[in-house]
C-alpha cells in the first residue's frame, strides 16, 4: 500500500499558498475546516434505468455523496479501490488544486493510478465558492458512475449576490448498456465499432428505459434483467414549497451528449457558471454540455394544486435517445401525482438548432461587481484545429493533426524528476495549422495524423490565448460538438464565431470588458471558441474534449509550466511506469 501524506517540505509549501493566495477569488481565504471522508469505490448490480448492470458506487451510492464544504475548507478523501482488476484515479472537476497539482486525479498526468485493493488519500484546499464535481479520470470509467457534485459556499460574512430560500442539486447523465470495456474496445479496433448513442439519459442517477424494447434471449446473462418496477429506476422527485425560491445546482457528466434542460411552465434565471456569479438572465431551456455546472433559480410561482415535469433531452445530435423526466412536485401534493400534461409538453429546441445554443454562450457575462478583468493581450496565441483522422488504420481524434498517446509514467512526476526518457521531451506539438489551406467544411484530404505524448511547455505566469476550431469529420456534412475542459485554473471566455476564424478580424471583437470566467467551455460545429489564461498555477495540466469517447480516443494536450515551483511530490503517487524504481 502506498503511503498518503504530504512531505514535510510541500505540507509547509501547501499552507503558505492557501494563507497567501487570492487566484481570481472574491476574497482573502479564511482558516477553514477539515472535512473528511472516507470511501470506498466498487461494482454492484444495479439498474438506474431499469436495465441492471454493472455500476460503479461509493459507499453504495450511485450518484456519489455529495461534497457540501465552505470557501477555505481542506477536503481529505481517504478512497479504498475495491474493484477486483481495475486501477481508479478521481478527478476533482474544477478545483484549482493551487499548490497540491499531484492531487488533480489524472492517471498518467499527475498520479500514478489507484491499484486494486489498495487506499489513497487526496488532500486539497476548496479556495472559492462555486459548483464543481467529482468523477473518475480512468480509461472511460467516469461513464460507469463513479461520479458525484462539490457545493462550497462563501463565508458566512459574505452573502452571494442573489436570494434564495434553498439549495439543491441535479446532475445530469446518458447512459450506455454495454460495459466500459466493450465499447474501448470498439473504438481501439480495427474494424473502428462506434459506441452508438446511449440508450438513456439520467437525472440525478435517475432514468426510465422501455423495457418492452428489451428483447431477452436465452445468450442474456442473469444480469441482463429490465424492469420498469425496480426502485432504483423511480423517477426523481424535487419537493418545492408554492412561493419559495429555490437555487438549483446542475452539472452535467454525460459521456457523449449536449443537453436541453427544463422545466414545464418555470422560468430559470441563470446566476452561476462553473464557479463564478454570472449577470442573471432567464431561459426557458437551459443547454449545458458534459463538464458545465450552473445555478439557476427556479421560483415555485406556478399553480400549486399540481405538479410538473423536469425534462432534459438531447441538442446537438440526433435524437435517438428518450428525454429524462422528473417530478417537481409542489407540496402538499403527493410527490408521485403525475403531471396532467404529456412528458413532451415542454418545448424543447430542435436538435441541430445552434443558433439558439449559441445564443445562450453568448449571452453569459460575468456579474457586475465580480468581473476579473483579463489581460488586454496575450504573450501565445495556440490555435487547436479539431478533427478526425486515422493512425496506421485506427480512428482517432486530433489537434493539429497529432493524436493524443498516454505515456506510462506521470508527466508530473517525470518532469519533477528529471526523467528525461519518460516522454518525448523533444517534440512540441504545433502551435497552430494551415488555416489559409485547410477548408473546415470537407473531409479532410489527409486523413492520417501522427501520434505523440509531447507536451506543451509555457512560460510560468505567461499569458495564453487558445483558439479552438472545429472542422468536418470523416462524413461528409458532419461536424461535432466539442466541450473543452482545463485541469488547474480558469479562463476567460473571450468569443465564439461561425466558420473559420479569422486571426486578424476576429480578435478585434472579443470581450475584454465583462468575459465570464469558465473552466469547461464548448465549441460548436463548424464554429471556433476563443479562450484567455494565466500560467499561474505551477504544474502539468490536461486539456481536453470532455466527451469521453473523444478523450480516449486522443482529443487532448497537456500544459506544463513552473515544475521548478512545484514542491516536493508525495510517495503516494508513484507506483508506475518508471517510479518503479
Avoid at 21 to 37: N, W
Avoid at 180 to 187: R, Y
Avoid at 348 to 374: C, E, M
Wanted: glycine share 6%; with cysteine.
Amino acid at each position: 500500500m502506498r503511503s498518503s501524506g504530504f512531505s514535510d517540505t510541500s505540507h509547509v509549501f501547501t499552507l503558505m499558498v492557501i494563507c497567501f493566495i487570492t487566484l481570481f477569488s472574491s476574497s482573502v481565504l479564511v482558516e477553514g475546516k477539515i472535512r473528511r471522508f472516507k470511501w470506498e469505490v466498487k461494482y454492484e448490480l444495479k439498474s438506474p434505468d431499469c436495465f441492471e448492470k454493472l455500476v460503479i458506487t461509493i459507499n453504495g451510492q450511485f450518484p456519489g455523496p455529495t461534497i457540501k464544504a465552505q470557501q477555505g475548507d481542506t477536503i481529505i478523501v481517504e478512497l479504498k479501490n475495491s474493484f477486483m482488476t481495475e486501477n481508479v484515479a478521481v478527478h476533482w472537476h474544477g478545483i484549482r488544486q493551487i499548490g497540491t497539482p499531484w492531487f488533480d486525479g489524472v492517471e498518467g498526468v499527475t498520479q500514478c493510478p489507484i491499484l486494486p485493493g489498495e487506499i489513497f488519500t487526496y488532500q486539497f484546499v476548496v479556495d472559492r465558492p462555486g459548483t464543481y464535481m467529482y468523477h473518475s479520470h480512468y480509461g472511460m470509467q467516469r461513464e460507469s458512475g463513479l461520479i458525484g457534485m462539490i457545493r462550497v459556499s462563501p463565508p458566512s460574512t459574505e452573502p452571494e449576490p442573489f436570494k434564495y430560500d434553498d439549495d439543491r442539486s441535479l446532475l445530469l447523465t446518458d447512459w450506455y448498456h454495454k460495459s466500459m470495456s466493450e465499447k474501448a474496445t470498439g473504438l481501439a479496433s480495427i474494424p473502428f465499432k462506434w459506441v452508438g448513442e446511449p440508450q438513456s439519459l439520467m437525472i440525478q442517477g435517475r432514468g426510465r428505459f422501455n423495457c418492452t424494447n428489451n428483447l431477452m434471449t436465452p445468450q442474456r446473462s442473469e444480469a441482463e434483467v429490465c424492469n420498469a418496477s425496480n426502485a432504483d429506476c423511480s423517477r426523481f422527485v424535487l419537493t418545492v414549497i408554492p412561493g419559495k425560491t429555490y437555487r438549483l445546482r446542475i452539472g452535467s457528466l454525460t459521456a457523449l451528449s449536449a443537453l436541453s434542460f427544463q422545466i414545464e411552465g418555470h422560468n430559470l434565471t441563470v446566476v452561476e457558471a462553473d464557479g463564478h456569479y454570472v449577470e442573471p438572465f432567464t431561459v426557458r431551456n437551459l443547454f449545458i454540455y458534459s463538464g458545465e455546472t450552473y445555478s439557476v433559480l427556479l421560483k415555485a410561482d406556478q399553480n400549486p394544486s399540481r405538479n410538473y415535469w423536469i425534462t432534459t433531452s438531447i441538442v446537438s445530435r440526433q435524437e435517438k435517445t428518450p428525454p429524462a423526466t422528473a417530478v417537481l412536485n409542489y407540496h402538499p401534493n403527493h410527490p408521485r401525482q403525475r403531471p396532467p400534461t404529456l412528458a413532451s409538453s415542454s418545448f424543447r429546441p430542435k436538435w441541430n438548432d445552434t443558433r439558439h445554443r449559441l445564443a445562450q454562450s453568448l449571452a453569459i457575462k460575468a456579474r457586475k461587481g465580480y468581473v476579473h478583468a483579463p489581460p488586454e493581450s496575450s504573450d501565445k496565441v495556440i490555435v487547436l484545429l479539431n478533427t478526425q483522422n486515422k493512425v496506421n488504420g485506427y480512428m482517432r481524434w486530433s489537434v493539429n493533426n497529432v493524436s493524443y498517446q498516454h505515456p506510462t509514467t506521470p508527466y508530473l512526476i517525470a518532469l519533477k524528476h528529471n526523467f528525461t526518457d519518460a516522454f518525448d521531451w523533444r517534440f512540441t506539438p504545433p502551435e497552430s495549422y494551415d488555416s489559409k489551406n485547410y477548408d473546415i467544411f470537407v473531409v479532410p484530404s489527409n486523413a492520417n495524423a501522427t501520434m505523440s505524448d509531447g507536451i506543451y511547455r509555457l512560460k510560468f505566469y505567461s499569458t495564453v490565448d487558445v483558439i479552438l476550431q472545429n472542422a468536418n469529420t470523416m462524413s461528409i456534412n458532419n461536424s461535432e460538438t466539442h466541450p473543452w475542459h482545463l485541469h488547474g485554473h480558469d479562463f476567460w471566455v473571450l468569443g465564439y464565431g461561425e466558420g473559420k476564424f479569422n486571426e486578424s478580424n476576429d480578435p478585434k471583437r472579443y470581450n475584454l470588458v465583462d468575459p465570464i470566467m469558465k473552466n469547461t467551455v464548448a465549441v460548436q460545429p463548424y464554429g471556433w471558441t476563443a479562450l484567455r489564461f494565466r500560467a499561474d498555477n505551477p504544474g502539468v495540466w490536461a486539456f481536453h474534449c470532455h466527451i469521453e469517447s473523444h478523450f480516449f480516443m486522443g482529443m487532448r494536450i497537456v500544459f506544463e509550466y513552473g515544475i521548478d515551483r512545484v514542491a516536493n511530490l508525495p510517495s503516494s503517487i508513484m507506483g508506475c511506469g518508471q517510479t518503479r524504481r
